[in-house]
Structure formats: C-alpha cells, structure tokens
C-alpha cells in the first residue's frame, strides 16, 4: 500500500497474517485417538509464552488442535464452540465427531477470501466408537486420515509417522494397530525429535487420549531452549 | 534458476556415527526442476582411503567442486607423500568455498571419515565454509527437514556397521519420499577399520 509523506509516496506494508509457530499432531487407533500439540507460542526469534494453548475440548468425544496464527486459531475456537451450542439447541444431543468435521470444514471456507491461518486437526470418536482423524487446511478442504501432523514441525515428524506407523520401507511389515500406551511414547518421542531441530517447537506439550472412558488430558516437557 | 537455487536440480546425502564406523548415504536423482532426467547420479565421492565427501546441491557446482578437490588432493599427496586425513580434507573444502565468498559454488558438503581409520569424523559445512563438526549426524540437501525428524528419533550412539546401516537407509527412504526432488534410489557407504561396504537401496522410483 503506498502512503504520501513529506517527501513524497512510500510503500509500507501490512500484513494481517502472523505464524505463531507450533506442532500439532494426532493418531488414531480402534478405539482410541491421541492428540497433542505443544505450547510454545513465538513470532519470529521471540517467545510470546511458553505455555499456550493450541488445542481445546471440543465435546466429551473431541478435541481439536491447531498451529499457525494465534489469534485466529482462538477466534476459530470460540466460533466452533458457538455453533455446537446452537446445534446442541436444536438437535438436543452432543454433536458428533463427524458432524463437527464437516462443520469445521464448512466454517474454514466461509472465509475463503480472507482465510483463518490456521492448520487444524481434529480428533475423536465416532458413533461407533471408533478413532477417528481429520485433517484440514487453511480453506477447509479435509480428510478423514489415520495419523496427521501439521505445523512448523510437520516436514520434520511425518516421515516418523510414515516410517513408524504405515511401517514404510520395513520388509515384510504393514501398518502398525498401536495401543494406546505406544501410540502416547510415539508421540512423546516425535514431540522430543521435532523440538531438537525446529526452533518454534518446545517447552511443553498437552496430550489428551480419548476413549470410551473419556478424554484424559497429560503435560509433557520439552527444552526450553 | 528460481528463487531456490540450491533446490534446482534437489538431492540429499546424510552421514552417520557409529562405533568404530562411519556411514554416508546419498539419494540418486538428476534432475532439472521438476523434470529428472538421470537416475545414477550420487552426490558423495570416495575421495581418499578413508574420507568421503557429500556435495548435495546445485549439481554442476557439485561436479566442479568434486574436480577441484580431487586436484588439490591429488597434488597434497605428490608433495607430501601421504594421505590427507578427513579433517584436513574439511579444512581444505572450508578454503576453497570461502575463496568465492562473494560469488560462491552453491553446495553444502558433508564429510565422512576415519581418523587414524579407526575414529569417526563428520564434518558439515554451508556454502561458504563455516564448518559444523558433531558426534552423530550431518545432513544437506531439500530433504533436510525430513531428514532431521527422522535421525533424532532413529540415531542412537555406538551403533555397529550393520545397524548404522540399516538406521541411515530408513532415515534417507522415508526422508526422500517426502520429497519430490529426491529419491530415484539411494545409495550407501559403509565405512569400518577393515573395509568399505556400497549398497543400493530399492527405494521408489518417483
């Protein structure tokens, strides 16, 4: 955008866009999902806080996380939160995990023209009880995946995932039917590869495991440096 | 050229320590943008008895710059009559990349080797020189993010050639199918006191 000063036009730049940083990241089981992401918020070389929240309960079976601009990955949660409410209203019963994927979708690319930075992943159970993942872009396109990463540590840990879980390139060997327990230590561990080496992942990660008995919430550490 | 040159033509080499033992890995891939036109091209030399070097990046530096190495060191051991130890091969390369410090070659080499032929040397370096010297990894190339997930959770100190093997071809497999520019296959080098093992990894040919 160009300004008249005193000294004639000038180009100043602004942008509404910021990257706070952050990995998020979720696997699916049977009957279980993981979900994590880390709490470290930062622009640029500084840290805004190390403990942040990327990723919030959406109903007693779901849980969203998300990486890229704070502000609006809070708008975008208050906003979800103010739909459920309405469909809770009118439908007298908690919203499904496939409903609010959908819904996520949809709410994502009602701003297409002027998109919330956001990466999302959402995870829960479906009605069957079964784990469930979905995976999102800045417009809303998703997909329903076994296992996602999003984030500044996504290029980092996703060929972990791929190695690790799809069991890639090891002979003999398919995917791997984690158990809640393995999938908990794959996460920690991919937590603790993607902090040594990206610099806006770090000091903390929340980790919540959802199944039949509820979604339970875990603090892991991370370095502080 | 674009606006990423060092991705121009893509490919990445890593290089591990074990115990006793050095391992270099190297995918296979020329290409020219998005369009691969050979698929035996390795970015790593054997270069004397006990040191290899990895030149991933922009690939016609990748071949001058292995030239220039070969003389200097062809020449060092017709002065010198002996052979150039890895760390001296680094501080060779640290040299002649800082030589172009204003117009520089457009390679970010990795070293490998045996100090004494017995003690693990890595060496990496940034396209001007400045070396970066560590006891259990060293990676370049457009996979190198990949790469670096993959080697923090699979590498463990003091592993024997054989495990050494098998960590760096699933770090390099998994890093280059993440990524488009790399890949076309993956050769290894296996280093120990008593010999040097090369193996070519079945890997995706996309």
């Known amino acids: 955008m160009e300004v008249l000063t005193a000294h004639g036009p000038k ?166 039917d984690l158990s809640e327990l393995e999938a908990v ?41 | 050229m674009g606006d990423n040159i060092m991705a121009y033509n893509g490919g990445s080499v890593i290089a591990m320590a074990g115990k006793n033992c050095v391992a270099i890995a190297s995918d296979l891939r020329y290409g020219i943008q998005n369009h691969t036109v050979g698929f035996d091209f390795p970015k790593v030399q054997r270069v004397n008895e006990h040191t290899f070097v990895g030149l991933p990046g922009l690939l016609t530096d990748t071949q001058t710059f292995h030239e220039k190495l070969n003389y200097r060191m062809k020449m060092y051991s017709l002065r010198e009559n002996r052979e150039m130890k890895p760390q001296v091969v680094a501080h060779m390369c640290e040299s002649l990349l800082y030589e172009r410090r204003f117009g520089p070659y457009f390679v970010e080499p990795v070293i490998a080797g045996l100090e004494n032929g017995t003690t693990p040397y890595l060496c990496a370096m940034d396209l001007i020189g400045a070396t970066l010297k560590t006891q259990d990894f060293v990676l370049a190339g457009t996979s190198s993010q990949a790469m670096f997930g993959l080697a923090e959770t699979l590498w463990k100190p003091d592993l024997d050639a054989d495990h050494l093997f098998e960590v760096i071809s699933q770090v390099m497999l998994n890093a280059v199918d993440r990524d488009a520019l790399a890949g076309w296959g993956c050769r290894v080098w296996v280093m120990t006191p008593e010999k040097v093992t090369v193996r070519d990894l079945k890997a995706r040919q996309d």
């Open chain 1, 11 to 176: 180009q100043v730049g602004f942008s509404p866009y910021q990257d706070n940083g952050g990995t998020a990241l979720a696997v699916s089981g049977k009957d279980f999902v993981v979900i994590a992401s880390d709490t470290r918020i930062s622009t640029g070389y500084s840290i805004h806080t190390r403990d942040g929240n990327k990723i919030t309960q959406l109903t007693e079976k779901c849980v969203i996380a998300s990486s890229g601009m704070q502000a609006d990955i809070k708008t975008l949660f208050k906003v979800l939160q103010m739909r459920m409410k309405a469909f809770e209203q009118q439908h007298r019963r908690h919203m499904p995990t496939p409903a609010i994927a959908q819904m996520l979708g949809n709410t994502l690319y009602y701003k297409r023209f002027f998109p919330y930075y956001t990466f999302n992943i959402l995870a829960g159970l479906n009605e069957e009880g079964e784990g469930c993942v979905y995976s999102y872009d800045a417009v809303g396109s998703f997909q329903r995946v076994p296992v996602s990463c999003t984030g500044s540590g996504h290029e980092l840990i996703q060929p972990v995932l791929d190695n690790q879980i799809d069991r890639a390139h090891q002979k003999g060997l398919g995917h791997w």
């Open chain 1, 185 to 225: 230590e794959l996460v920690k561990d991919a937590f603790s590869s993607a902090c040594e080496r990206d610099i806006y992942t770090g000091d903390h990660v929340d980790i919540a495991v959802i199944n039949k008995t509820g979604i339970h919430w875990d603090k892991f550490d991370l370095k502080f440096d």
